[in-house]
């Protein structure tokens, strides 16, 4: 009920494009600028509905991935659902000037700030690094050292999201650790994991449990639920453990 009425608080804004990048072959990122946005705190989402000519709506939801440093501007990662209908429309077909309904931010329970402090433990499936993204930028931002550690799990090296941008952060001294598992190709020189993540990988890759990390798992149900259920058989605190699950319509 208490989401439900803060939804009905929540008004649609009018966000205009102002830049938009290709992230992978299937993922793009789309910056808005939004007169009266209100500002977001890290790992939070808005909803975005599409209106055709005949009156039809359609809404989905999209993990912010911007900092909240960023302002008046938001960035959306949208991955490509072939078979969806707001996925394809965003990315194949919207352009710099176009405008779309917004509405948010939405969402207090998944968000970290740095005055939260860590160490951090970012765990992320495929295009649930968004909002991982957004902790990270926020962190780089406030020229935050928290010690962090993300572990990305991608299909392959290509559909690494924010590829180049998390080696660039990695190599500045900031302290953050990332490390990938590709599950179905792999360059031929890849020493790293090839697997699914599993509790033995994150007993190798997560911090000790007596450091009580701070960790955000994003992606998949199945692999969200997989990956918490591993941390808490490994003796991690539940409360320390949010998670943020998103379904195959390509929303989080």
Same mark, same amino acid.
């Given at each position: 009920? !208490?989401?439900?009425?803060?939804?009905?608080?929540?008004?649609?804004?009018?966000?205009?494009?102002?830049?938009?990048?290709?992230?992978?072959?299937?993922?793009?990122?789309?910056?808005? !600028?939004?007169?009266?946005?209100?500002?977001?705190?890290?790992?939070?989402?808005?909803?975005?509905?599409?209106?055709?000519?005949?009156?039809?709506?359609?809404? &989905? $939801?999209?993990?912010?991935?911007?900092?909240?440093?960023?302002?008046?501007?938001?960035?959306?990662?949208?991955?490509?659902?072939?078979?969806?209908?707001?996925?394809?429309?965003?990315?194949?077909?919207?352009?710099?000037?176009?405008?779309?309904?917004?509405?948010?931010?939405?969402?207090?329970?998944?968000?970290?700030?740095?005055?939260?402090?860590?160490?951090?433990?970012?765990?992320?499936?495929?295009?649930?690094?968004?909002?991982?993204?957004?902790?990270?930028?926020?962190?780089?931002?406030?020229?935050?050292?928290?010690?962090?550690?993300?572990?990305?799990?991608?299909?392959? +090296?290509?559909?690494?999201? +924010?590829?180049?941008?998390?080696?660039?952060?990695?190599?500045?001294? $900031?302290?953050?650790?990332?490390?990938?598992?590709?599950?179905? $190709?792999?360059?031929?020189?890849?020493?790293? +994991?090839?697997?699914?993540?599993?509790?033995?990988?994150?007993?190798?890759?997560?911090?000790?449990?007596?450091?009580?990390?701070?960790?955000?798992?994003?992606?998949?149900?199945?692999?969200?639920?997989?990956?918490?259920?591993?941390?808490? !058989?490994?003796?991690?605190?539940?409360?320390?453990?949010?998670?943020? &699950?998103?379904?195959?319509?390509?929303?989080?």
């Amino acid at each position: 009920m !208490a989401g439900t009425a803060l939804l009905g608080r929540l008004s649609w804004q009018v966000g205009e494009v102002i830049a938009t990048h290709a992230e992978t072959t299937r993922t793009r990122s789309i910056t808005f !600028a939004i007169a009266s946005w209100p500002g977001h705190r890290a790992g939070q989402h808005v909803d975005v509905r599409l209106t055709a000519e005949d009156g039809y709506q359609v809404e &989905r $939801s999209y993990s912010i991935a911007s900092p909240p440093e960023d302002g008046q501007r938001i960035t959306l990662t949208v991955e490509r659902i072939d078979d969806g209908e707001v996925s394809p429309y965003l990315i194949d077909e919207l352009r710099v000037g176009d405008r779309l309904e917004l509405r948010g931010p939405i969402g207090g329970h998944f968000v970290w700030e740095v005055q939260l402090g860590g160490p951090l433990l970012l765990v992320a499936g495929g295009s649930g690094i968004a909002p991982l993204m957004a902790m990270l930028r926020h962190r780089a931002a406030a020229r935050n050292a928290v010690p962090a550690r993300l572990l990305y799990s991608a299909r392959s +090296y290509e559909e690494v999201v +924010y590829r180049d941008e998390l080696a660039r952060i990695g190599s500045d001294g $900031s302290g953050l650790e990332t490390i990938y598992t590709l599950t179905r $190709s792999q360059p031929a020189d890849w020493t790293g +994991y090839r697997r699914r993540i599993d509790t033995e990988m994150l007993r190798e890759v997560a911090w000790p449990r007596d450091r009580r990390p701070q960790t955000f798992i994003c992606g998949g149900t199945e692999f969200v639920e997989a990956a918490a259920a591993s941390l808490v !058989a490994l003796g991690h605190e539940p409360a320390r453990i949010k998670t943020e &699950r998103f379904g195959p319509t390509g929303g989080t």
